[in-house]
């Protein structure tokens, strides 16, 4: 099998594609800085099972070019994981409009321009997965949070109305929901000494690999994963 993985340099992304490929799948990740992208190539370690592609989600051409360059590289593109997100928080009267935009247009529009790339190559292979990231700050809403908490309530809702569409061509479409997990995603100030009671990254990583291993006639189309205990 074949994935492609957006925002895969770094974070819950990386974790993902190191999941997948020890699954002994083959792997494309997407990301828009090299130095990121290489890094994470030399932490992989994957040979052959690993490409990387430089590309922004939020340019169409960019998004478009990453699947296709998937597809050359393996052949086919049996598994789409959206995850690159961007979070950036202030309150509404404060948030300039390219802040706004910066985090809609790549946690939602990139994610439909990934998507509607990917639909022609998984309807021709037969089926396939489209796994997105959201977060539980789709329906727990916070001070701070009006584009970050907009982006990820629409990004379910795009995932539940696509889930119904596409699951005639058995494209299975499942929203991952993680709730506070402890990545370098805030910022370098965003984790604390007591994270441990935080989410891991391999504990998303491993939600999307049960998804992948779930028998076929039921489909799992909205997960929520939360931290066991508070801190």
Same mark, same amino acid.
């Given at each position: 099998?074949?994935? @492609?993985?957006t #925002? ?6 990386? /974790?993902i594609? =190191?999941?997948?490929? %020890?699954?002994?799948?083959? !792997?494309?990740?997407?990301?828009r ?10 932490? @992989?370690?994957? #040979? ?6 430089? /590309?922004?989600? =939020?340019?169409?051409? %960019?998004?478009r070019r990453? !699947? ?5 590289a ?5 598994v789409l994981?959206?995850?690159?997100g961007v #979070?950036?928080?202030?309150n509404v009267?404060?948030?300039t409009?390219?802040?706004?935009? %910066?985090?809609?247009d ?5 994610v ?8 022609p190559?998984?309807?021709s292979?037969? #089926?396939?997965w489209?796994?997105?990231i ?7 809403y ?8 907009a982006?990820?309530?629409a990004?379910v809702?795009?995932?539940?109305s696509?889930m119904q ?5 058995n494209?299975?479409?499942?929203v991952v929901?993680p709730?506070s ?19 891991t990254?391999?504990d998303?990583?491993?939600t999307?690999?049960d ?21």
């Amino acid at each position: 099998m074949v994935a @492609l993985v957006t #925002g895969g340099s770094k974070g819950i992304g990386l /974790a993902i594609a =190191r999941a997948l490929l %020890d699954r002994d799948m083959q !792997v494309a990740i997407s990301g828009r800085h090299e130095a990121d992208l290489r890094r994470a190539a030399e932490q @992989l370690g994957a #040979g052959a099972n690993l490409v990387t592609v430089s /590309a922004d989600v =939020r340019d169409e051409a %960019d998004a478009r070019r990453s !699947v296709e360059e998937t597809v050359r590289a393996f052949g086919g593109l049996d598994v789409l994981v959206n995850n690159a997100g961007v #979070g950036k928080f202030a309150n509404v009267a404060d948030m300039t409009p390219e802040m706004f935009r %910066d985090v809609i247009d790549t946690n939602l529009t990139g994610v439909f321009y990934c998507t509607r790339a990917v639909l022609p190559h998984v309807k021709s292979a037969g #089926g396939g997965w489209i796994i997105n990231i959201a977060s539980l700050a789709a329906r727990n809403y916070f001070p701070g949070g009006g584009a970050y908490c907009a982006s990820k309530a629409a990004l379910v809702a795009f995932s539940e109305s696509l889930m119904q569409e596409v699951r005639v061509d058995n494209i299975r479409v499942s929203v991952v929901m993680p709730g506070s997990v402890a990545t370098e995603f805030s910022g370098p100030h965003g984790r604390h000494e007591d994270d441990s009671w935080k989410l891991t990254p391999d504990d998303v990583a491993q939600t999307v690999m049960d998804l992948l291993r779930h028998p076929g006639r039921s489909l799992p189309s909205k997960i929520e994963i939360r931290p066991a205990k508070t801190r």
